[in-house]
């Protein structure tokens, strides 16, 4: 089936500006991190500050986009300890995704950065390691000029309402599926 192109611009005489932006990225699906580090590299094109809290990986990981952000300025904290089925105390890990939390609810607050991604935040909230609520009424109340990146699994409704823009990316067909291990430089 084919499609003809669009020939007509959309309409943007109602439009307005926005002085900051919330998006979430959710869904079963690859991509959600990747996405979010792709607004992080667009901002600091542009000058702005970036904060990346990741609240699951680990420090230890040193993802291909960690090692370069940060050496195009982008401020990161990588509290996490790793994925959930490979920790010894679940209990630590929750106090290290209320670790984060902190650091994250401070520059929502203190606006020090233009762009704050949540990285994987979803999970910490889902599983009732930091409250959904106190995450939103931050978000909501953040600073005005900070755009918000949330990501993660079963964004809870309530990150969603207060989004500007949320995307789920579905999981059509996956490597590891087909008994393939991530690989570095593609997967992290």
Known sequence: ???????????TGSLSHARSLVLVHTGDGKGKSTAAMGVALRALARGWRVLVVQFVKSGDWRAGEQEMLQRLGADWLAVGDGFSWDSGDLEASAGLAREAWNSAEAALA???HDVVVLDEVTYPMTWGWIDTDTVVAAIVGRDDR????????D???????VAHTVTEMRNVKHAFDAGILAKRGIDY
């Open 1 to 11: 089936m084919t499609v003809d192109p669009p020939t007509a611009a959309p309409d």
């Open 110 to 112: 203190g606006g020090t």
């Open 155 to 161: 964004a809870p409704s309530g990150l969603v309402d």
């Open 146 to 153: 900070v755009s918000v990146v949330a990501t993660g699994r």
